[in-house]
């Protein structure tokens, strides 16, 4: 089985569990957008439906007003359109309600076929007409401005618009025949001074003992519904639409809703000239029924999908008449502020979990470094390198893991412990004993060693007579100069004896060939040292003089003693000889 560092490790299953947060995290974030962009669509949708709706209740309250007071107007002064003077005081009295209520068009009809009208052209110019019995004929007047204000105006006979005209005849004075007093909405029609398409309201004019008198009546352009429509802002780049009852097209936001060829002819939804709001149109005249049912349906067009919801206005509460609203939002718009919330927590979430690594790279780091110290400073004991007791390098730097730190303490108790072993125990032994890999056991073994025995003579005498801390010294002096030349030369300090030492060569834990030569070459090297030793003594202290005793031979060598107690030692003839010669 392959194996990895712990740093390895970590990093893998913490990258691994950050990629499945993350993972999860977008999923999440796509199943809450999903769900909310349904919401936020139904939203979006209401709001345009609801704003539209109010446009149109605004456009259409003009001419409603407008019609009204002028029927008002009419009802308390005489029409009589053959009087020059009197056809200019009711201008005067008519022409402030088309400026109020920015009207396309107000006009009078009697029952007599006396009309009366001020008008807008569709180029801006305003006009005024009138017609009179008995051959009704439709004569233009231009309207004129002597000085600013209504009460300064002159007409001035432009010519004839019609040569026969009647107002009773006309659609929107039928329309008011029956109509209640409040007015009511006629059809499209083409305005025959204008040519242009309009919708009229009528009020009709009654005395009070119900007697029909006249109608008054106020339009707008379709173009006007049109253009207001245009300014408004579906979406980014969406698209609105009304029809009819029978699907014609009522108002459009992209401005068309007339044939190319003939700008008096209306289409149908469905053969509208924009590919979009033929497509809708389409699904309009098909699927409307469900459309009523369901808040919206998906649709494609022109090689885009969009969303498309229909609501309906009533323009006329008293017949029931409705015009069907159509919204078209392109699913990119939609989408557009979903998608950028989930670019934006995409990123933040790689952000996150980029900062997640690299704080748990550095942690790690911290972590795996700290143990590599540990392991390294075991491994330094265990091998016995030199420098393995000193201040534990782990202990230098703080840690905010508690494991770690406990283990810090105890490899430095560990350490202390060892340090003071080794003050027993000979260090080439405690070296043997970690290296081996076992448990030390009673037993011996033959080998071949040699022994060397070493004391100070007269050693006791020298005691008596010298001062007791200047011998000590004297003494530790000595001793450690001793056994460092032993471990130098390949030999093991078996035991001190009082005075004496007593070391062996060539067996565990250094096994020689030659231990003859090193044990020898040792003794001379002790001889060397005591007398260095002796010079630096002569002026505070009484040398020392050591014997020394070699034999060489076979032995036992192992651990004797009790089962709770070892010591590793030598034992046989080769001893004693080494001993009874250090004596002579």
């Given at each position: 089985?392959?194996?990895c560092s712990?740093?390895?490790l970590i990093?893998?299953?913490?990258?691994?569990?950050?990629v499945?947060?993350?993972?999860?995290g977008?999923?999440?974030?796509?199943?809450?957008?999903?769900?909310?962009?349904?919401d936020?669509?139904?939203?979006?949708t209401?709001?345009?439906?609801?704003f539209?709706a109010?446009?149109i209740?605004?456009?259409?309250?003009q001419?409603m007003?407008?019609?009204?007071?002028?029927?008002q107007?009419v009802?308390?002064?005489?029409?009589?359109?053959?009087d020059p003077?009197r056809v200019?005081d009711?201008y005067?009295?008519?022409?402030p309600v088309?400026l109020?209520?920015?009207v396309?068009?107000?006009?009078?009809?009697?029952h007599?076929?006396?009309?009366?009208?001020?008008m807008?052209?569709?180029?801006?110019?305003?006009?005024?007409?009138?017609?009179?019995?008995?051959?009704?004929?439709?004569?233009?007047f231009?309207?004129?401005?002597?000085?600013?204000?209504?009460?300064?105006l002159n007409?001035s006979?432009?010519?004839?618009?019609?040569p026969?005209?009647?107002?009773p005849e006309?659609?929107?004075?039928?329309?008011?025949?029956?109509?209640?007093d409040e007015?009511?909405?006629?059809p499209?029609?083409v305005?025959?001074?204008?040519?242009?398409?309009?919708r009229?309201?009528?009020?009709?004019?009654?005395?009070?003992?119900?007697?029909?008198?006249?109608?008054a009546?106020?339009?707008?352009?379709l173009?006007?519904?049109?253009?207001?429509?245009?300014?408004?802002?579906?979406?980014?780049?969406?698209?609105l639409?009304?029809?009819?009852?029978?699907h014609?097209?009522?108002?459009?936001?992209t401005?068309?809703i007339?044939?190319?060829?003939?700008?008096?002819?209306?289409?149908?939804?469905?053969?509208?000239?924009?590919?979009?709001?033929?497509?809708?149109?389409?699904?309009?005249?098909?699927?409307?029924?469900?459309l009523?049912?369901?808040?919206?349906?998906?649709i494609?067009?022109?090689?885009e999908?969009?969303?498309?919801?229909?609501s309906?206005?009533?323009?006329d509460?008293?017949?029931g008449h409705q015009?069907?609203v159509?919204?078209?939002?392109?699913r990119?718009?939609?989408?557009?502020?979903?998608?950028?919330v989930l670019?934006a927590?995409?990123?933040?979430?790689?952000?996150?979990?980029?900062a997640?690594?690299?704080a748990?790279?550095?942690?790690i780091?911290?972590?795996?470094?700290?143990?590599r110290?540990?392991?390294?400073?075991?491994?330094?004991?265990?091998?016995y390198?030199?420098?393995?007791f000193?201040?534990?390098?782990?202990t230098?730097?703080g840690?905010?893991?508690q494991e770690?730190?406990?283990?810090?303490?105890?490899?430095?108790?560990?350490?202390?412990?060892?340090?003071?072993?080794?003050?027993?125990?000979?260090?080439?032994?405690l070296?043997?004993?970690v290296?081996s890999?076992q448990?030390?056991h009673l037993?011996?073994?033959?080998?071949?060693?040699?022994?060397m025995?070493l004391?100070?003579?007269?050693?006791?005498?020298?005691?008596?007579v010298?001062?007791?801390?200047v011998?000590v010294?004297?003494?530790?002096?000595?001793m450690?100069?001793?056994?460092r030349?032993?471990?130098?030369h390949?030999?093991?300090?078996?035991?001190?004896?009082?005075?004496?030492?007593m070391?062996?060569?060539?067996?565990?834990?250094h096994?020689?060939?030659?231990?003859?030569y090193?044990?020898?070459?040792c003794?001379l090297a002790?001889?060397?040292?005591l007398r260095?030793?002796?010079?630096r003594?002569?002026?505070?202290?009484?040398p020392?003089?050591a014997?020394?005793g070699?034999?060489?031979?076979?032995?036992?060598?192992?651990?004797?003693?009790?089962t709770?107690?070892?010591?590793y030692?030598?034992?046989?003839?080769?001893?004693?000889?080494a001993?009874r010669?250090?004596?002579?």
């Open positions: 089985m392959t194996k712990v740093k390895t990093l893998m299953i913490v990258s691994l569990v950050l499945i947060a993350l993972a999860l977008i999923g999440c974030t796509l199943m809450m957008g999903l769900y909310g962009t349904a936020l669509s139904t939203s979006l209401e709001s345009i439906h609801s539209v109010e446009m209740s605004n456009l259409l309250a001419p007003n407008a019609a009204r007071i002028l029927a107007t009802y308390s002064t005489n029409i009589d359109t053959g003077t200019l009711l005067r009295s008519i022409y088309t109020a209520f920015n396309s068009g107000v006009w009078c009809g009697i007599s076929g006396q009309m009366i009208a001020v807008h052209h569709p180029y801006g110019t305003r006009f005024v007409a009138r017609a009179q019995p008995p051959h009704q004929v439709y004569e233009r231009a309207l004129e401005f002597l000085r600013e204000g209504p009460d300064h007409l006979y432009t010519g004839v618009l019609s026969r005209l009647s107002p006309d659609p929107w004075y039928r329309i008011a025949l029956t109509a209640p007015g009511v909405w006629g499209v029609y305005s025959p001074s204008r040519y242009i398409l309009t009229a309201y009528s009020v009709p004019i009654r005395f009070s003992n119900g007697t029909f008198f006249g109608v009546c106020a339009d707008y352009t173009t006007k519904l049109g253009d207001l429509l245009a300014h408004v802002k579906y979406g980014k780049t969406g698209q639409f009304i029809a009819d009852e029978g014609y097209l009522i108002a459009s936001s401005g068309s007339t044939a190319p060829d003939d700008s008096l002819l209306r289409l149908r939804a469905d053969n509208a000239s924009d590919p979009v709001v033929r497509a809708a149109g389409a699904v309009l005249v098909q699927r409307r029924a469900v009523l049912q369901q808040s919206e349906l998906s494609r067009a022109n090689g999908a969009y969303f498309m919801s229909l309906l206005y009533t323009y509460r008293s017949a015009w069907d159509v919204l078209l939002l392109p990119r718009d939609y989408y557009a502020r979903f998608d950028a670019i927590m995409v990123i933040a979430s790689v952000a996150v979990c980029l997640a690594l690299l748990t790279f550095v942690l780091h911290r972590l795996v470094h700290a143990l110290t540990i392991i390294s400073e075991i491994d330094d004991v265990v091998q390198k030199e420098g393995a000193e201040a534990s390098k782990s230098r730097k840690t905010i893991m770690i730190h406990d283990m810090r303490t105890s490899v430095v108790r560990m350490k202390l412990i060892l340090q003071s072993f080794e003050k027993y125990v000979p260090v080439p032994l070296k043997y004993l290296h890999n448990v030390a037993g011996l073994t033959n080998a071949s060693a040699t022994v025995f004391d100070i003579a007269n050693f006791t005498s020298l005691m008596e010298s001062d007791p801390e011998f010294s004297q003494f530790t002096d000595y450690d100069e001793m056994t030349v032993i471990a130098q390949q030999g093991t300090v078996d035991k001190m004896i009082g005075d004496g030492l070391a062996f060569f060539g067996c565990p834990p096994e020689l060939a030659n231990h003859e090193w044990a020898c070459k003794a002790c001889q060397d040292a260095r030793l002796c010079r003594w002569e002026v505070r202290a009484t020392f003089h014997r020394i070699l034999a060489s031979g076979n032995v036992l060598v192992g651990n004797v003693g009790s709770t107690r070892f010591q030692t030598v034992l046989g003839n080769v001893v004693n000889s001993l010669i250090e004596n002579l």
